[in-house]
Structure formats: C-alpha cells, structure tokens
C-alpha cells in the first residue's frame, strides 16, 4: 500500500470518520469531512476497506469551519468541530437511517426532523478527565496517550472551573468526573437543554388513556416522573440503588421503583393490562439484553418508546421486535454536539 494516498471523501459514517472509495476499497479518515480532497496516510489495510490518518487538506470541502478547540484532531473526545453545526445534523439524520436499514434490515425508517442543540458548546454538565503526573486531559484520539488540556470547549463554565481546579491541585493520578452543580451517583443526561427536549418529545409521544407505565433503566425518574400523572400506575427499574433512592424521595403516590434486573419487567408484565401498558427503554449503549427482547416480544404491550444512545444497537432490537410492532416513527437528538454520539426515539405500536 502507497506511503501517501489522495482521496475525496464523500460521506461520513457513524462513529466520526469520513468515507471515500478508492481502487475497490472503502476508506474511513477521521476529522474530514464531505467535499474534501485530502491526502491521508494508510493506517489499516484490510481486504474490503482501509483506515488512515488525515495528513493534508488539499481543497477544503464548503461545510468546513475553523474549530474553536486548541486539541481538536488529538483529543478524543469531539469529531465534527471542523463540519459546520446544520451540516453535523444532516449527517447524524442520515448515519441513523443508514444504520437501521442496514444493520437492522427494515425496508421503511420512518425517519422524523433531528431535534439540534440550541447550545453548540458550552453544554456538558459533565465530564470524566485523566490525571497522570500532575496532567489532566483527555485520552488521544484511538489512543490511551493523554492529552493535557486546560479548557474544554463543550463543557459548561462552571466544569471549566472545576478542570482549573483540578489542575491545581495535588490529587493524586486517577480519574475524575467533573461536575456542573451537584450530582448523584448515578446516570444524568449531560446536556440539560436537549434532555429537557426529549423529555417533552416523550410526553407528547405516549398515548393517553393507559393504565401502566413501565420504565425499564428508570435511572433517578428522568422520565417516570413527569409521565407520572398520565397513568394510573408507573413502575421504575432500575439496578443502580442509589439512583433508585433518588427516585422514590421524589416519586407520586402512584410511582413505584424496583431496584433489580430489567428482566423482572417479565413479571410485572404478566399480571397486567397489556393493551394498555407503555413500556419505556432507555438502555446503556449495549442495548436490551436478548433475554429482555424475548419477553417483550412474548408479552407485546401494546406501546414501546425506545430512547437509545447507540443506533447500532438500536437497529438489532428493533429487528427483533419487528414481527410484533409497527416502528411509528425515529427522531434522532442531538445530545451531543461536535461529538460522534447520537441520541435517537423510536415508537413501537404493538400490530
């Protein structure tokens, strides 16, 4: 394989990396973008496609931008700072739909408008930073090299704060989770403004007139809370006792939570009104279990919201629950601006 290799690229998967053809192989470079003549140095050569490392822009593609970041290309954590912010969303709408027609084999993606941030940067309420001797940063792009950092664009102000805190500081080499405020020992949506968008896209997406509310990885009530007053009865579960005692300080006096596996929905499930039971999934990055999957598909309450962080995984689901529901429709969110992450809903109407 060539030393140096001169491609254009013209789309850019899931995940961050642009894509371009050349002599019968698909090429994948990181921090492109469509449009783009680049000359790139080969990184992985393998019989169907090749990866490498972007070394030189010849014609710059129009949706490129100067990004505000000094790390942007070393830093690991953002992939889209050089792509123009209405241009990112185009390519997360598509990469979504591209996944679950591909991945999960569905003939129609019911694709709805991608819900943007209003907030480009500035809006992480979080972030999880690398201490070694005394350096506190991020790890490199595909790499566990630390990058030093002393600001970090997408976080809020006060996590900036925190960041010069720590670098100050004599803390000992470890990880650290900087936080905007206080939070708990548990799973939080990062960025307040979209969460709260989702949230809203939510209650207006369950339907009324249900009787059971089942919130499968109900976390601290994200989501349990404010549908609470739409159902006669929600049940949360959740394994993460500590956002389970959040949970229940705040819950209604029809709200109840589990602190198990999300495998006990089968037994909740059995004794219940199916045709008027919402089920509510909000997964890690993994997705639901096989285990899981087949008791939905046994049981087939009559409403699934899926909100998944993973579209890969997404799609496999809903492969698996295709024979008994109708996928009614697939909004993508931008919880993550900049980065790779996609957050996407999908309804489930049982058939």
Request: charged content about 25%; proline content about 5%.
């Amino acid at each position: 394989m060539a030393d140096i290799v001169e491609l254009r690229i013209t789309d850019v998967a899931f995940g961050g990396a642009g894509v371009a053809r050349h002599e019968g192989k698909v090429w994948f470079v990181p921090f492109t973008a469509p449009g783009d003549l680049v000359r790139v140095k080969p990184s992985r050569d393998r019989r169907k496609f090749a990866e490498a490392e972007l070394v030189e822009v010849v014609e710059s593609s129009p949706d490129r931008v100067s990004p505000p970041c000094a790390y942007f290309g070393r830093c690991g954590g953002c992939a889209y700072q050089h792509i123009a912010y209405a241009r990112q969303l185009e390519l997360k709408q598509s990469q979504v739909e591209q996944t679950l027609r591909r991945v999960g084999k569905l003939g129609h993606v019911p694709m709805k408008p991608i819900v943007p941030s209003l907030q480009h940067y500035g809006y992480r309420n979080r972030i999880r930073v690398h201490l070694q001797s005394g350096q506190a940063g991020f790890f490199a792009h595909r790499s566990h090299e630390l990058v030093p950092v002393a600001r970090c664009e997408i976080a809020q102000p006060a996590v900036n704060e925190a960041l010069h805190d720590l670098r100050r500081s004599a803390a000992r080499d470890g990880d650290y989770t900087l936080v905007a405020g206080s939070r708990g020992e548990f799973f939080e949506q990062t960025n307040d403004a979209v969460a709260a968008e989702l949230l809203t896209l939510v209650e207006g997406t369950v339907s009324r007139g249900q009787a059971l509310l089942v919130d499968a990885y109900s976390g601290a009530g994200f989501f349990a809370h404010r549908l609470a007053p739409l159902f006669s009865e929600v049940m949360g579960i959740e394994e993460n006792e500590f956002a389970v005692s959040q949970a229940r300080r705040h819950a209604a006096e029809n709200e109840r939570y589990i602190v198990g596996d999300v495998a006990f929905l089968a037994e909740i499930l059995s004794t219940r009104d199916l045709a008027r039971t919402t089920v509510i999934l909000d997964p890690p990055a993994t997705g639901i279990t096989p285990r899981v999957l087949d008791h939905l598909a046994a049981a087939t309450p009559s409403e699934i919201l899926y909100v998944s962080c993973n579209p890969a995984t997404l799609a496999r689901d809903l492969a698996g629950l295709a024979s008994s529901y109708r996928i009614e429709s697939v909004t993508p969110i931008d919880m993550f601006p900049q980065t790779a992450e996609i957050e996407v809903l999908a309804v489930l109407r049982r058939k």
